[in-house]
């Protein structure tokens, strides 16, 4: 199994590192990631997150970032 070297929050281009993570690797991460879709609905939110926002178990996949606001 080949090692996943993982960014550090100072890394440059980390948004382009981290997005090509896979979702199971996130969880590792020692700072939050959230993944949106198009429409800004949650598709990843890593453990990291839910400790630092604390919102522990509340669901949040399929929900929207920013509700209210229009469509981009």
Known sequence: MN???LPHFEQSELASVVEALPPEVLDTLDFGAIRLDAG????IYNEAE???SGSGDLPRLGLDFLPGSPPA
Do not use: D
Request: a positive charge; glycine letters at 10%; aromatic letters at 0%.
């Open 3 to 5: 090692a996943v070297r």
């Open 40 to 43: 800004g609905t949650v598709q």
């Open 50 to 52: 839910r400790r630092l």
